[in-house]
């Protein structure tokens, strides 16, 4: 795992300018590879590479980078893992188009495939995470490529006919460059307070993308715009799949699901550094730790967070797979002081807004781990394969009793319902039994009251899992771009309601929050992070799987328990969906209460200028009240605050103040080499 950066063109004094650039962006990313940092500088054509290695593979200097193809036509710095680059030495020794190996590690093996075979090949023979960017000297172009589904990131821009073309996996190392521009994307912004996160391609500055996921990048040293290819989509494995179902029985699609699983972990527990791996007790880690520990030969270590809040706290669960299983489990319960004392951290953390609570504890959990070991599986996306968020169901089961009403109708409806006020519709739902266990219920209804006025379920489902439902009303001189909860996307042919939702969240969701939420938390302590249930080959077969295996009476998630169930007794794992969060509401009427009402202080945000403080009030005032429950709302205000804090300048403007690592070694230490 590695932090790469770089630039093509710019303007620049000297060569020693160039050199003092790229040696900044790579100690502003030092955290991603405290190992090894090199940069490299093709001075003609002002091309620049800096990089940052946490060294997993082949941990001697023959898998430094920046590195060069045998033949010198290439220079690649790449962040992630190949996790079959075995298998693609010994197809390219058949071949006869095997270099004489240096090393041993994926990197050198990317390369000669690259060299073998051209990007596009190379890249679809590949099983792994990564994140590159490759200079073809010959050409004199510049590749940036992303893995298929996003598990690495990767920003890139140019911000003026006449700028420079950068790149990089954070932000943070952009804004080294003295050509950046630090304006900030208000289409993005509206969208950040949706979502809670900032969608591809869209970043926090104007003029900064995020590379698609399964696609590659070819940017000119003559200029122009960059072109962008796809070798692989989410969306055509979902649709190819559903035209092709598996006729197989559940028993049929059980041993394979537990086969490809069994080689993805397999691949992915190979690493010349200490192993281990996240355990929370619930079925998509325990289903990863329980084929770990069926193809060690030592106890696997795993790790847990606790909280002593009884609904908040997974680790007696994870406690008691470990002990079946046979782990080297170690667990860590954390006092809300230690959880809070995170909250500092975030803005430099995340780069730009981010606002998964979530966040927290994931950091804590990778900072546990990192006491132990370099790298960790992880048993995320089990959710958005097969099935697994309640939204889903709930989603589908109201689509199905609107589409049947006129939607001039639906609309009156739903200003009917909105014209109630939050306070009247807790009381109605807490006389209901089928809504009195929710929290807040009447007022969630109230909330989404516009929802049934949706013309499709997707653009209802988007409305189900936006924030502030009304961006534009929110963030002043914004318009919001196409998005899911505009109804912006396409249906996706073959595909039912829940099918439909689960595909939307593979695009959005889980590569714009999921992953991005555990590449920051984990690499922000120098752990490299891997999920197995990525490997594309589960994807593809997942798609494949009848629905019927995936939800099937009521029960989510259903083949992937049939496989854990072969390895834990059901009686461990069986028990309602607690998610991985922590007390913000109860934080931001108590302990957080001073540190909120400062950001969210109505001179402050008038004074910005960003965000409308007439809503934003009244959401604070409410749930200081009890009347609603405003936590999600308010933390992604709280976040967007938070965060510019952090990255404005003395002058109160919105420009980026870079964050520098403090461990990070001097810039003449650091290895340059000049082409």
């Not at 537990?258 to 289903?287: C, H, N, W």
């Not at 009195?436 to 997707?458: C, E, N, T, W, Y």
């Amino acid at each position: 795992m590695c932090g790469i950066a770089g630039f093509v063109g710019g303007k620049w004094s000297s060569e020693a300018e160039q050199t003092r650039t790229l040696a900044a962006m790579a100690t502003s990313i030092r955290h991603r590879g405290p190992d090894h940092s090199a940069v490299w500088l093709d001075v003609e054509p002002r091309v620049g590479f800096a990089f940052n290695r946490l060294a997993i593979i082949d941990l001697s200097p023959a898998g430094n980078q920046p590195m060069h193809s045998h033949t010198g036509r290439y220079v690649v710095v790449y962040n992630g893992e190949i996790y079959n680059h075995q298998e693609l030495r010994k197809q390219l020794e058949e071949e006869g188009q095997a270099p004489n190996w240096v090393g041993h590690s994926d990197t050198e093996t990317l390369l000669a495939a690259i060299e073998a075979w051209g990007i596009r090949k190379a890249l679809q023979r590949s099983v792994g995470m990564f994140a590159l960017a490759l200079w073809d000297r010959r050409e004199r172009a510049l590749i940036l490529a992303r893995d298929r589904i996003g598990e690495k990131p990767l920003y890139y821009g140019r911000q003026s006919a006449s700028g420079p073309f950068l790149f990089g996996s954070e932000l943070k190392a952009l804004a080294q460059h003295p050509q950046f521009e630090a304006e900030i994307d208000r289409e993005a912004l509206a969208l950040f307070t949706r979502f809670s996160h900032i969608p591809t391609p869209y970043s926090i500055y104007r003029g900064i993308s995020k590379l698609r996921p399964g696609c590659f990048l070819t940017f000119s040293e003559s200029g122009g715009e960059p072109a962008i290819k796809e070798y692989w989509s989410a969306e055509g494995v979902a649709e190819a799949g559903a035209a092709d179902r598996l006729q197989a029985s559940a028993e049929e699609c059980t041993d394979e699901l537990e086969a490809l699983l069994t080689r993805a972990v397999g691949q992915q527990m190979i690493a010349d550094v200490p192993l281990g791996a996240f355990l929370s007790g619930g079925i998509d880690s325990s289903t990863v730790v329980a084929l770990m520990q069926k193809q060690s030969t030592r106890p696997v270590k795993t790790f847990s967070i606790g909280f002593r809040e009884e609904r908040y706290d997974e680790a007696k669960h994870a406690g008691a797979v470990a002990r079946h299983l046979g782990t080297d489990h170690t667990e860590l319960y954390v006092t809300p002081e230690e959880t809070m004392a995170v909250l500092p951290r975030l803005p430099s953390m995340y780069d730009e807004p981010f606002a998964d609570s979530s966040q927290i504890p994931t950091h804590l959990v990778s900072a546990l781990a990192r006491q132990h070991v370099t790298v960790s599986l992880s048993g995320d996306a089990g959710d958005e394969l097969f099935g697994g968020y309640s939204r889903y169901g709930l989603a589908a089961a109201l689509w199905r009793r609107l589409r049947v009403i006129p939607r001039p109708l639906r609309s009156l409806a739903a200003a009917a319902l909105g014209a109630l006020p939050p306070g009247l519709w807790n009381a109605a739902a807490a006389a209901l039994p089928q809504l009195a266990h929710i929290r807040d219920a009447g007022a969630k209804i109230h909330q989404r009251a516009p929802l049934f006025a949706s013309g499709s379920v997707m653009e209802l489902y988007g409305g189900i899992v936006s924030q502030w439902p009304e961006p534009n009303a929110l963030v002043i001189g914004a318009t919001e771009p196409p998005s899911l909860a505009t109804g912006a996307t396409r249906p996706l042919r073959n595909l039912n309601p829940i099918e439909q939702m689960m595909a939307a969240d593979t695009v959005t969701y889980l590569p714009n929050d999921i992953l991005v939420k555990l590449d920051r938390a984990s690499m922000a302590v120098s752990l490299e992070t891997r999920v197995p249930l990525l490997d594309h080959r589960v994807v593809e077969f997942a798609w494949r799987v009848p629905f019927e295996y995936k939800v099937r009476d009521g029960q989510t998630k259903w083949l992937l328990r049939q496989v854990l169930h072969r390895h834990v007794p059901s009686e461990l794992i069986e028990r309602p969906k607690m998610g991985f969060g922590v007390p913000i509401a109860e934080w931001l009427k108590g302990p957080l209460r001073d540190w909120a009402g400062a950001l969210l202080s109505e001179s402050r945000l008038k004074d910005e200028g960003f965000l409308r403080p007439e809503p934003i009030r009244r959401m604070w005032q409410s749930h200081l009240a009890g009347t609603i429950g405003g936590d999600a709302r308010l933390w992604t205000v709280l976040m967007f605050e938070s965060w510019l804090e952090e990255h404005r300048s003395e002058s109160g403007s919105s420009t980026h103040q870079p964050v520098r690592c403090l461990d990070a070694p001097p810039h003449s230490t650091m290895k340059v080499s000049r082409t």
